[in-house]
């Protein structure tokens, strides 16, 4: 009995295989680790660390914590492609068309402005198309394709209308009078023939521009919607943004004024900066494709107002825009103070 009372006694002073390595306990010991740890756990995380700590809500729904922390760098080549083709296929084609000799494209053929018209809806939703690609955030994909599809049958709506239009100054028509008031067509026999021209000055002015503008600043919204960040180093624009900036916001005042779309521009304007403002509560941040973005149509926005200031006594224009909402076109003041000199 006295051997086996022996064996129990030096089985338990013998160290059990689980505890083995373990660290003894202290008293007062988790106490002192958790102090210990503690200033650890309240360090100030890292940019990319407390991203993927971020969960926020989009307009199409939740956004993954992958999402938020993805922050796509400028798009130096996109930007200046799509700045560069705006400038020639847009605003170019009326210009290509009264430089270019008469002779080489006779009225009843196409203009070489219509071939730039061709072109600008082949290119334009393509390189809309790489901008959604690019984004950081995970845009709905249907809404895309069907603004895409909405936008190019508006341009090719405006592509026939603008073309005849354009033709018609050849012809004296004059683009600061309405279809009724202008010469060519205020006599035309029989008078169902101005309701034909006014149904085509529609599919130009109204319904073309509202099929390829509503969905071209939804799309640029929706990329906009992703354009938020958390870190600070990525909220600056580089050097070559800012070089852009100006003729991007020179262009969209040429898009608001000569299409007549002041009012959904202003519209997504303002639903931009409200959206600035609540991602800011988050302390959620534009990135640099954020700020060029936002930064262009503010641009854009004193250049207009700048515009109607100065013609805001012009008697002719005033006639043909009697609406609440004055903006004339560049194309009508061009033929009523510059065309009519020469």
Request: glycine share 6%; charged share 15%; net charge positive.
């Amino acid at each position: 009995m006295a051997a086996v009372a022996g064996q129990e006694r030096r089985a338990r002073g013998r160290p059990r295989p689980e505890t083995l390595g373990a660290i003894p306990r202290r008293e007062g010991g988790g106490a002192g680790l958790s102090r210990a740890f503690k200033p650890l756990a309240q360090s100030p995380l890292s940019c990319e660390t407390s991203l993927r700590k971020l969960k926020f809500k989009g307009k199409h729904g939740s956004v993954s914590a992958d999402e938020a922390a993805r922050t796509a760098p400028f798009h130096l080549d996109l930007w200046f492609y799509f700045t560069l083709q705006n400038w020639v296929l847009d605003f170019g084609r009326p210009i290509a068309m009264l430089v270019f000799p008469l002779e080489w494209f006779p009225l009843n053929k196409p203009s070489v402005g219509d071939y730039f018209h061709m072109a600008y809806n082949v290119i334009t939703p393509f390189l809309l198309l790489k901008l959604i690609e690019r984004s950081p955030r995970t845009l709905p994909r249907s809404i895309t394709y069907v603004s895409i599809i909405i936008f190019i049958m508006g341009a090719s709506i405006h592509l026939v209308g603008d073309s005849v239009n354009h033709r018609l100054l050849f012809s004296g028509y004059q683009h600061h009078l309405s279809v009724r008031e202008n010469p060519i067509i205020k006599n035309l026999k029989p008078e169902t023939l101005i309701d034909s021209f006014e149904l085509l000055y529609y599919y130009d002015e109204y319904l073309g521009h509202c099929m390829w503008y509503i969905p071209f600043f939804l799309i640029l919204f929706m990329y906009f919607s992703g354009c938020f960040t958390a870190c600070k180093a990525e909220r600056w624009m580089p050097g070559p943004a800012l070089l852009l900036v100006a003729p991007s916001g020179l262009y969209y005042w040429y898009l608001v004024t000569e299409g007549q779309i002041f009012i959904l521009f202003i519209f997504t304007f303002f639903a931009m900066l409200a959206l600035v403002l609540h991602q800011k509560r988050k302390r959620l941040f534009l990135d640099s494709n954020g700020l060029f973005l936002f930064s262009s149509f503010t641009l854009t926005l004193l250049l207009v107002a700048l515009w109607v200031a100065w013609l805001w006594n012009d008697p002719v224009l005033r006639r043909k825009y009697p609406g609440v909402i004055y903006v004339p076109e560049p194309w009508a003041f061009y033929t009523l103070h510059v065309s009519s000199r020469h």
